[in-house]
């Protein structure tokens, strides 16, 4: 049975994407190689930064591992890395600094708010050994939008290295990385850019890039080291994962031919309007206040007197053709609707009449 993803990422792709996967590619020559120079450049276009001052790592294996590579290979021994977290792909940071044994500090807000700028001042101003902040912009977690503009203003003011997770926002909303004057910012092939899973991809400001040199914790994870190896000609360190590139490389063609980064994000916005309208109407409130809702992804809060649990909802609503994403807030009982990929107004149209027959017949059998 066939379905369309509501989970943001992987997520729903074009058949055109997935159909480039149909072909084994050779990786050591110079057609291979051009590929991922292109799509290098073009990534850099969509980031608003210029191959003077910045550059673009492709890391193989999920988010994660880009998030990793970054946090090891840039927070040296003397560094000490300051952890910005209102949800889960926060605390993965700290996890990950745990394993690597980085020195380190947490700064934890509420799921449901945006980091406090003048704490993160106030922390930065009382502990001198920080030298590396990192945050999440998007958390998927809860589906806020973090106010990494101001946090990172305040970090640069310190002159300290600034560390992005966008994994779930790059390619959906636009963001000016040279602009904002960001160090590194993370995402992956399998979110807003609409590709397969397989690779992230890491924006690095060459100033701080070179820093990295041979401080790295981990042999794959080199970030400096795969730079330097793909910087070359196009070569990847170690195996690439070619089917995955191929289908980036159409993928970003099909973002470009949907109009860019800003044509793409009203789409994702307006789906996630209409989407959180629609599911109020029908008495389910989201997790999120609306002034920091983002447009990737909303939690709605379970209805309290249900009789029905969020299993029974979701087989209902995925053999009507679309899977979501349970919850994953602490503090309440939620689920999740993410509205990225290749959703468009059909689909939520269809997924609000399904959910509304369910409640329907949900109400029917008290
Ligand atoms: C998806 C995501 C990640 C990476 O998760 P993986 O499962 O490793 O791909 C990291 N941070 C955020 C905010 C994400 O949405």
Redesign the pocket.
Known sequence: MKYKLLT??PLTTTDTVKKEMMFDHCTWDDDYKKITLKIRNDLLQLAHADGEEYTVILMQG???FG?ESVLTSSVGKKDKLLIVSNGA?GERMEDIAKHAGLSYAIYHQDYDKQPDVEKIAEILEGDDSITHVSM?H???TSGILNNIEEVTRVVKNKNCTMIV?A??SFGGMDIPVQQLEIDFLIS?AN?CIQGVPGFSFIFAKKEALMKTKEQARSLSLDLYDQWETMNKDGKWRFTSPTHTVLAFAQAIEELKKEGGILARANRYYENNREIRKRFQEMGLEPYIEEKYQGPIITTFIFPKDANFTFEEMYQYIKERGYAIYPGKVMEAETFRIGNIGEIYREDVEALCSIMKEFLEVKKHEN
Do not use: L, R
């Open positions: 943001p990422g999920s988010g994660t998030v792909y999440v998007s958390e998927t997770d994994m779930s992956s979110k």
